[in-house]
């Protein structure tokens, strides 16, 4: 998994949205994208030393919640973005479109 945060950035923003790039169109600048539905199958490619901030499609939904809790309990050391993709763009934070 690429991993596009800057090298010596403790954190690492993981998009966990279930749904393909036409259908996200963007997302926050430099995340990684990295489904809630796939998150299992990847967690020996993440580096334990990182935090991890995860987000979905609204505070409304429940793939953050279950991102979380799966990097939680697995020792991850993570977190989920308040009001999620649709609160970040509401604060008009840098997003980039989904390749």
């Known amino acids: 998994m690429a991993d596009k945060q800057k090298p010596d950035s403790q954190y690492v923003v993981l998009d966990v949205r279930n749904a393909?790039?036409?259908?996200?169109?963007?997302?926050?600048?430099?995340?990684?994208?990295?489904?809630?539905?796939?998150?299992?199958?990847?967690?020996?490619?993440?580096?334990?030393s990182k935090t991890y901030v995860v987000y979905d499609w609204t505070a409304g939904t429940t793939?953050?919640?279950v991102a979380l809790l799966t990097l939680l309990s697995n020792g991850f050391k993570a977190y989920e973005l308040s009001c999620a993709l649709e609160g970040w763009k509401g604060?008009?934070?840098?997003?980039e479109p989904v390749a």
Request: hydrophobic share 45%; net charge positive; aromatic share 0%.
């Open 91 to 95: 604060m008009s934070l840098p997003v």
């Open 63 to 65: 793939l953050g919640k």
């Open 20 to 48: 393909p790039a036409q259908i996200k169109k963007d997302q926050i600048k430099g995340a990684v994208a990295l489904a809630a539905k796939d998150l299992p199958d990847h967690l020996n490619e993440l580096d334990k």
